[in-house]
């Protein structure tokens, strides 16, 4: 567990996305995501996010078709969240009281609100779900499992849904460069493959339950296929 002080540190790191990757950050973000009535925050599931960009980023470019939307979505989002209505966008429940209490959500097709705090937050919500699913196949798979075979798995299993056939060949053959598991594991910065997995155990938990609560959210009020 990361002692307070610990914790306030990789705070401070949160926004820079140029700075190295450490899963620690991750766990923070996602760890404070959730207040006492288990409203998703919004700063700290964006923070969570530049974390994951950032060791999307670490992979060279076989995730770049991913970081490079979720930076776009991330720019939306702080926009939204700076501007004259940012006190509705300070956790996902009141932003989506907001976007749908007053009609600024396309539901049917991208037209007056292409842009909808509803809309961007369910692409992060989607690929999150892809990475939980990935890292969830990593921390449980044998030493000799082939990480491109559990993302490919992943990915069909999450993403893919969303994905025309040409990027769904593109993306699956991007993946077999994909290192091995010990080389993935120790490329989250926190130490040996072996720690790397004991910090999946306390990360994982954290980003499901929110992942979780962002679906029950979005299915309440018919939002999941929004275009």
């Not at 999450?158 to 994909?178: G, K, M, Q």
Request: charged letters at 20%; hydrophobic letters at 40%.
């Amino acid at each position: 567990m990361l002692s307070t002080s610990e914790m306030y540190q990789l705070l401070l790191k949160m926004d820079d996305l140029e700075s190295e990757f450490n899963l620690k950050v991750v766990l923070v973000s996602f760890k404070q995501c959730l207040n006492e009535k288990e409203e998703v925050l919004l700063e700290y599931y964006l923070a969570g996010w530049r974390g994951l960009v950032r060791f999307l980023n670490s992979l060279g470019t076989i995730f770049s078709f991913i970081s490079k939307d979720v930076v776009t979505k991330l720019q939306i989002m702080d926009q939204l969240r700076s501007g004259p209505q940012q006190e509705h966008y300070s956790s996902l429940q009141a932003m989506v009281a907001y976007e749908v209490g007053n009609q600024l959500v396309d539901l049917e097709r991208r037209s007056r609100h292409p842009d909808s705090g509803c809309r961007t937050v369910l692409r992060l919500h989607r690929a999150l779900r892809w990475l939980q699913l990935f890292l969830e196949a990593v921390r449980t798979s044998p030493e000799d499992a082939r990480t491109s075979v559990l993302c490919t798995d992943s990915y069909n299993a999450s993403l893919a849904t969303y994905h025309p056939w040409i990027i769904r060949r593109a993306v699956t053959v991007a993946f077999c460069a994909l290192p091995t598991r010990k080389v993935f594991l120790e490329s989250m910065n926190v130490g040996s493959s072996e720690q790397a997995v004991e910090m999946l155990n306390e990360a994982l938990p954290f980003i499901e339950h929110v992942y979780n609560i962002s679906q029950k959210l979005y299915a309440e009020h018919a939002l999941l296929d929004l275009p």
